[in-house]
């Protein structure tokens, strides 16, 4: 059976912002609480801030970008977040852009693959309570962190494309996707999640997470096309050139410059799930179908047009027709 689960669909300036998401996943039937990368309010601390005002639920981070923090500053952050909150966390990570790496770094990563190779395969030793020795060539360091007794952990790797999909195959708990059709998935991410696995003799596959945008038509709602949605909530992705390669091979029209043009492929594709909500549910059952292991709601262009409390109250009756009451 898929899980459903929330993202935070805003990034918080108060705290008091992000409560009722997360109080959404402690009362309905979501299993977690996401967050993105965020550059306001940096989303350990959001998650380590709502433990303390009590509202305990697991947690994802899909994804962190590696050029922010040392392999072993992200096993402590992850680590600290499970034992503040005393759940489950998935921390993800992703390479970022080219320019976002050139502008922390220097230069963009030479090798992103072997980057994220070296960097996954640390923090999943760290929180393991290895001690780390790595000798280059992107990372030499060595370290464990001090025994304590916490919640898991999974590490996770955000995947667009093949490549990388392999790699997740190889060395993640889990694979997380953001915008991506869930005929690519099925066709194209999934079979190479397992050709990584079957490479390293993996005997199990890692988790597969979607961030799956959406967003409902309904009366008295006026400019929830599901186009103009999926524009409101995904623009800096469908400009973005590592998103326009991927949403090019899944068969977008990426071609014309137009970002209008590729909103509608985005919607044509499932990629959002848009309409009302019977037509939302059938495509979600299409990732269901195509072997996601948990689908994440994501209501950002809800949130962004029309405010959180109708951010809320999609994602309410999305999560009551989609999985059952805990």
């Not at 009362?27 to 009590?54: D, K, N």
């Not at 988790?207 to 186009?227: C, D, F, I, S, Y």
């Not at 029309?306 to 999305?318: P, W, Y």
């Amino acid at each position: 059976m898929t899980d459903y689960s929330v993202l935070l669909p805003s990034v918080p300036r108060r705290l008091e912002q992000a409560l009722p998401f997360a109080g959404l996943v402690r009362w309905t039937g979501a299993c977690r609480l996401w967050q993105g990368q965020a550059m306001v309010m940096e989303p350990h601390q959001t998650f380590t801030g709502m433990a303390g005002a009590g509202f305990r639920v697991p947690t994802g981070f899909g994804v962190t970008l590696m050029p922010l923090r040392h392999p072993f500053e992200a096993a402590l952050q992850a680590r600290s977040v499970a034992l503040a909150t005393g759940e489950s966390v998935i921390a993800g990570f992703g390479p970022g852009s080219r320019a976002f790496q050139e502008n922390l770094l220097g230069a963009p990563y030479e090798k992103p693959l072997q980057v994220a190779r070296q960097y996954v395969q640390a923090v999943r030793r760290l929180l393991d309570g290895e001690t780390v020795e790595m000798d280059g060539p992107h990372y030499t360091f060595q370290g464990q962190l001090p025994p304590a007794v916490a919640p898991r952990v999974d590490v996770g790797l955000g995947v667009l494309r093949p490549a990388m999909a392999r790699l997740a195959g190889e060395v993640a708990d889990v694979v997380i996707t953001w915008l991506t059709p869930p005929g690519y998935l099925r066709e194209v991410i999934l079979p190479a999640v397992v050709e990584g696995a079957e490479r390293a003799g993996r005997t199990s596959l890692p988790r597969v997470v979607a961030m799956v945008p959406t967003g409902l038509e309904k009366e008295g709602r006026q400019g929830a096309e599901p186009e103009r949605l999926a524009l409101a909530g995904n623009s800096a992705h469908m400009q973005a050139p590592h998103y326009l390669d991927m949403l090019g091979r899944a068969g977008v029209d990426v071609g014309s410059g137009r970002i209008q043009d590729v909103a509608r492929g985005v919607v044509e594709t499932g990629a959002f799930a848009g309409g009302d909500l019977p037509q939302v549910l059938k495509t979600l059952r299409v990732y269901e179908e195509a072997g996601v292991d948990e689908i994440v709601l994501n209501a950002t262009a809800v949130n962004k047009l029309f405010g959180a409390q109708e951010a809320l109250l999609d994602l309410s009756a999305i999560l009551r027709a989609a999985v059952p009451p805990r």
